[in-house]
DNA sequence: GTCTATACGCCGATAGAC
DNA sequence: GTCTATCGGCGTATAGAC
């Protein structure tokens, strides 16, 4: 969410407001269920103009949001495969990122498990085509290659993977879960990398 | 779709025509993006009038649909919950059931998969408290008490088992994998049932 | 029971004062 | 840059003829 220069602050405040009642009114009621008056007022502005002098329209929030969440996500990524070698120690952290994510900034997971980006902004890119997940998508073809993951599709090797490990966050998103998400990581964890790991312990 | 009695046909035609469209707007467009004036298109009828006829809204046609697949898929359940008896027999039967709505009805597995009721139909109950769902759930809680799946919470089984499942037909319907759903069912009901299986084979 | 025509309301968006 | 007031359009829903 912090795109912007670091100004000396109060300049972008409204603009972050906006964005960050967005996200939670977008995460909680969906999309095509909130209304730009019930941005405006979830953001504490009085009228929704003040939106305008800030954004073009809804879909320009939307947008921004989308852009925003996925750099920042891209950002972690990239600091991710720098300081890691193994498949296994890459998607790991990734894991922890996304758990993490559920518990702390559970809007944001929202946004990105629950929403449909092709329903609401049809002309930006699918996730799986963003920077970000096409670099998770190379951490899967290096554990093939490397001899960590079993020979399979790459493409299966990813689903198979972030089924466990997007559903399990489903469901503590949705609370069917009693305990916070990051009490069900070290599981869920080895759950999802025995799946696709080509020794995969028995146990 | 046919929860009306067999009457000599003809008369509920215009309502089945309805029906269809709205599904299969549904699930391409999403709910919001689909007008009642793009149903009346797509049913074949020349005025929206037609539709209230047989509806008293655009909120009603979804929650027939809603209604519809899950009474389908209850009796569907029902039928296998009946006439097998171990916990991996009736999850295949359920696995082998989706996979085949997957490349042959995949509206209504884009409708079960995608559409996030909860954002249509927030009066509806949720997916997971539906009649068929919970049968579902019942079936993992036997299977750990009969010793054939391991002593996990048997939400957390479910999860697990469905996130392989949901995720490889997610990938099936959006067309990042380029054979029809049915050819990955054998690998990947065997990767679900592992996961969660007590006597987990090491292959 | 299906059409034509139309009413109504909500919400996204604009104009213009301050 | 934020307010008050208002427009315009789309999409749901209704009235009423046939």
Known sequence: MDQEKDTPAGKHDTQEKILLAALRLFAEKGYFNTSLTDITRAA?????????????????????LYESILDNLNVSI?????????????????????????????????????LRIEEILPEQKKLAETAAFIKIYKIFQYGIRSGEIRSIDPQLANGYFFGVINNTLRMALDGVLDKKADAYLPQTWLMAWNLIAKKSSCF
């Open 44 to 64: 504490g502005l009085k009228s929704p103009q003040g939106i305008y002098h800030h954004f073009a329209n809804k879909h320009a929030i939307a947008v921004m």
């Open 78 to 114: 990239d600091d991710i495969r720098r300081k890691q070698q193994s498949a296994a120690d890459q998607l790991r952290d990734i894991v922890d990122l996304f758990f993490r994510l559920a518990d702390e900034a559970p809007e944001i997971m929202r946004f990105l498990l629950l």
